[in-house]
């Protein structure tokens, strides 16, 4: 039930290097099929069937200049680091750093079939009230192993360094949205300022995930409660969990959220039974044993963040690096999540 369709005109694999690739790298061959799947905002994502196979590819945006937000390479190392402590990632079975090949890094790795939820439910999936409650602890206690997992001996440690992670990410996704910026933005712009002056003591660092939620994760189609797989480690890192919680906080879209935040509700987060978020941060509190007191911050620095990573995208669009439809309204969604933002901070909310 991980949906596919046709590629989009711009983003198309060319079909003959990839499968003498193929040929050379794993030894199959025969008849190729190459569909996309729709739904992500960042690195592109494609479905490669042959031999009766079924694989997946990624590789970075077209027209992408942010080459430390789209490194392949990386990727592909941090699941296979991960996978023997954490079996809940697709294996890699194959990298490519040579641009000639597709004309980008591109990695593949085997399809966990499941169902992944997103704003609107795939065809044939129901959720009653009981099961999304279930569904969003399992979450968010998922959440919570992963940030508990040990970081020495699985060599996971390697990935990031820890010390000064807030305040660096804070600087960091600031000069992102400088280097993106289209339109005046005065409150997400006001949120980044604030956020760099009220940094929090670092309480740890864990294995952090930092795009955790709904679309990234494979459901078992059995069981809507039981994960099969966590997808999408581009920006994973070691460094502040409750960073991590925030940005998945900055994309639960509640019922009473307004309705220019719809854009970024990547899952049933607003249905009946699910959980707000401040009963999410509670759960995580719970299960992880963290002090959680500075919520509003995380969650004020998660909306900056994935404001930012739509400006990027947006800023691709009016350059003409993308064609894709989406991207051009995404403008009043960035705007409203940089007023929440500054709410979340002002009144110490989420």
């Known amino acids: 039930m991980n949906e596919s369709v046709a590629q989009r005109p711009g983003e198309e694999i060319d079909a003959a290097a990839l499968a003498a690739f193929l040929r050379a790298e794993l030894g199959l061959g025969g008849e190729l099929s190459i569909r996309q ?17 079924k694989l997946v590819l990624r590789r970075p945006p077209v027209g992408s200049t942010v080459k430390s937000a789209h490194d392949m390479g990386r990727e592909a190392r941090v699941l296979r680091r991960l996978r023997p402590v954490y079996p809940l990632v697709p294996a ?76 660096r990410q804070v600087k960091g996704w600031a000069a992102r949205y400088g280097a993106a910026r289209t339109d005046a ?87 009946e039974g699910q959980p707000t978020r401040a009963e999410l941060v509670a759960r995580y509190a719970a299960t992880s044993g963290r002090d959680v007191s500075d919520a509003p911050y995380y969650y004020a620095f998660g909306l900056c963040k994935i404001a930012v990573i739509a400006q990027q995208i947006y800023y691709r669009f009016t350059q003409g690096l993308t064609r894709d439809p989406r991207f051009g309204r995404l403008q009043p969604a960035i705007r409203a999540l940089g007023v929440r933002a500054e709410s979340a901070l002002r009144h110490s909310s989420i």
């Open 185 to 271: 933005l005065p409150e997400l712009e006001w949120a980044f300022a604030e956020l760099a002056l009220r940094v929090p003591p670092e309480r740890g660092a864990a294995l952090v995930h930092n795009d955790y939620k709904h679309d990234n994760v494979v459901l078992d189609p059995d069981d809507l409660t039981r994960i099969r797989a966590v997808l999408d480690w581009e920006m994973a890192t070691v460094g502040d969990p409750l960073l991590d919680l925030g940005t998945t906080l900055g994309y639960w879209v509640e019922a009473g959220d307004p309705e220019e935040m719809r854009g970024f509700r990547f899952g049933p987060t607003d249905g």
């Open 37 to 53: 799947f729709p739904a992500g905002f960042s690195n592109l994502t494609y479905e490669v069937t042959l031999q009766d196979r």
């Open 92 to 167: 890699v079975v194959a990298t490519c750093d040579d641009p000639a090949v597709l004309g980008a890094p591109f990695y593949l790795m085997e399809l966990v079939e499941g169902v992944i939820l997103r704003a609107r439910l795939p065809a044939g999936v129901t959720l009653d009230p009981a099961t999304g409650r279930r569904l969003a602890e399992g979450l968010i206690d998922n959440l919570a192993a992963l940030h508990a997992l040990e970081l020495e001996a699985s060599g996971l440690a390697e990935l990031g360094h820890p010390e000064g992670y807030v305040a």
